[in-house]
């Protein structure tokens, strides 16, 4: 089991920057990928960005690329999400996710062992 709990959300103006931090407990950080969704009011959870286990690789949405920037700290057993040049677009509950197959998974859609509670992220115009 892996237990995630994100922090770092609120509000910023449009162009203003947030990191989010995902802190997990449970295995060892290096054995699993981590990685960030969002669902945004009357949509769908979206794949934002993800990270492998070794820090190797790191996959994005075409949306946020660019823009946000997903890393770890195995140490710590955290991962991190800094956001820049944020839009009211990306305003949405964003979600810490753990799996144990790969990060690549994440980014095809494949199905997530373990979630986070969520975080708020408002970006106002």
């Known amino acids: 089991q892996v237990q995630l709990l994100e922090s770092g959300g609120g509000s910023v103006q449009a162009g203003g920057s947030l990191r989010l931090s995902c802190a997990a407990s449970?295995?060892?950080?290096?054995?699993?990928?981590m990685g960030w969704f969002r669902q945004a009011p009357g949509k769908e959870r979206e794949f934002v960005a993800s990270i492998s286990g070794g820090q190797s690789s790191t996959y994005y949405a075409v949306s946020v690329k660019g823009r946000f920037t997903i890393s770890r700290d195995n140490g710590k057993n955290t991962a991190y999400l800094q956001m820049n040049d944020l839009k009211p677009e990306d305003t949405a509950i964003y979600y810490c996710?753990?799996?144990?197959?790969?990060?690549?998974?994440?980014?095809?859609?494949?199905?997530?062992?373990?979630w986070g509670q969520g975080t708020q992220v408002t970006v106002s115009s």
């Open positions: 449970g295995r060892p950080g290096s054995t699993f990928a």
């Open positions: 996710a753990a799996d144990v197959t790969s990060a690549v998974n994440m980014y095809l859609g494949g199905s997530i062992d373990f």
